[in-house]
């Protein structure tokens, strides 16, 4: 078989990364017997079961090798493009499985097999595909993460340590390819052109790492070959650049069954993005979540995740999301900073110069206002007149459940006062968890 000679052709795989999952044998029983009863298209559709385990694995493989990086980390924004990948491979995978487990379905004249022998003739199948294959992949993945967290560090200090070094193999049967490198303590530039095609980890099995050093480059003779060895398929990218653990050259992806590229874009555009599992980057913000509409609720990195409306403002994203393109969660940054021209360009010149609004929908701020308790009635007043200086948009915090006609007369009253210096072009009420609209200027 094409991946079994891929992984294993040279020398068995050596299970030095301490393998620690366990693949939930019932989900594999029910998928059986979902293809088995046609209750899905194997053709069509990624089973959602088995995807979700085999991403959950090499999502572990990648906090094992990377490190689990939260929202704040500088790094956040790779880890979870790790992750997208970890995603497309997996179902790429999923796709893979499901199709040779449905491949066993009739019988050499072409007839449907009874459950129980179906069921039987695909043990094989799944035992090796869960058991070997999965097993090797996720050793791989952590070695590859691994591998991508250096590169990352590599860059961060190239200016004082601009060479990277070969390192030999902590294997105990060393790759000879490889070893002609570490032999010879190959020495070169970081942006050497070497580094794109070669690496350590790009061949299973592969225990090598670089190390960075400001030592003078050595070893390059060994680069005079005719023939130089290729990356194995599945390994011949570079992870800390691409984020990607397994290249698109793997067999299955470069090799999937039929269908398998549109099965798997309509799974991850529809299944996963709108459940808000995967983050894409968007300029400056990090997107947090994605709905099935298109509309998208990012946040900037600058937000302060721990003030009091926190919460509050990210459900009302939420809900705007779903009816609109998208939501950013706005920073409150100093007027000067390069930043907020960047960001709030827009309000330099008009009465709004210098603040900050909460909420960017669309292209429109918008300012949330809350309330310090005990609520009274005086505070939505308060809510309004404070809200206003900051946008001519405003959602209040009416939770307390001020009457609409009550605060209604507080807005007319204010837009009326030739005293209040501010415009009011919406005033929206956020309460229980639901936001509406209740006044908006004619």
Avoid at 72 to 95: C, G, L, M, W
Avoid at 387 to 408: E, H, M, V, W, Y
Avoid at 413 to 432: M, P, T
Wanted: aromatic fraction near 12%.
């Amino acid at each position: 078989m094409v991946v079994d000679c891929l992984y294993y052709s040279d020398h068995p795989f050596e299970n030095k990364v301490q393998s620690s999952f366990t693949f939930d044998e019932q989900l594999l029983k029910d998928t059986i017997r979902r293809i088995y009863e046609k209750k899905f298209n194997p053709l069509t559709e990624i089973d959602e079961g088995i995807f979700g385990e085999t991403w959950n694995i090499f999502n572990k493989a990648t906090d094992e090798g990377f490190g689990f990086r939260d929202f704040e980390d500088p790094d956040f924004d790779f880890y979870q493009q790790i992750r997208y990948n970890n995603a497309v491979f997996s179902a790429f995978r999923t796709h893979r499985l499901q199709n040779d487990i449905a491949a066993q379905m009739l019988d050499e004249n072409g007839k449907l097999k009874s459950f129980e022998k179906f069921s039987n003739d695909v043990q094989s199948i799944t035992d090796h595909n869960v058991k070997n294959w999965l097993r090797t992949e996720y050793d791989t993945a952590i070695l590859r993460a691994h591998r991508a967290a250096d590169w990352l560090q590599f860059e961060k200090v190239k200016d004082i340590l601009p060479n990277l070094r070969w390192m030999p193999t902590t294997s105990v049967t060393p790759d000879l390819v490889h070893k002609r490198y570490w032999e010879v303590e190959l020495t070169l530039p970081q942006n050497h052109p070497f580094w794109t095609q070669h690496k350590p980890g790009d061949r299973w099995n592969c225990k090598c790492t670089l190390e960075a050093t400001d030592e003078p480059v050595r070893g390059a003779h060994v680069l005079d070959d005719k023939d130089p060895p290729k990356p194995a398929k599945g390994l011949d990218n570079n992870p800390g650049v691409d984020g990607k653990l397994f290249s698109d050259t793997h067999p299955y992806i470069e090799n999937a069954h039929k269908g398998a590229k549109k099965a798997v874009s309509n799974f991850i555009e529809n299944k996963l993005l709108p459940l808000g599992n995967l983050t894409e980057t968007e300029d400056m913000f990090k997107t947090y979540k994605k709905y099935k509409n298109g509309g998208k609720v990012l946040i900037h990195p600058e937000v302060n995740r721990k003030q009091t409306d926190y919460k509050d403002l990210l459900t009302i994203a939420n809900i705007f999301a779903k009816e609109v393109d998208a939501v950013k969660l706005m920073p409150t940054v100093h007027f000067k900073s390069d930043t907020y021209r960047e960001l709030f360009g827009s309000l330099i010149g008009t009465p709004y110069e210098r603040k900050c609004p909460d909420l960017k929908i669309n292209d429109l701020f918008y300012e949330y206002e809350n309330f310090e308790p005990p609520f009274k009635k005086r505070k939505v007043a308060n809510m309004i007149s404070h809200g206003a200086k900051q946008s001519s948009r405003i959602i209040i915090n009416n939770n307390k459940g001020a009457s609409d006609r009550f605060i209604t007369r507080n807005v007319k009253a204010r837009l009326k006062d030739e005293n209040f210096k501010s415009d009011i072009d919406e005033v929206w009420l956020y309460e229980k968890g639901k936001v509406r609209l209740l006044f908006k200027i004619q």
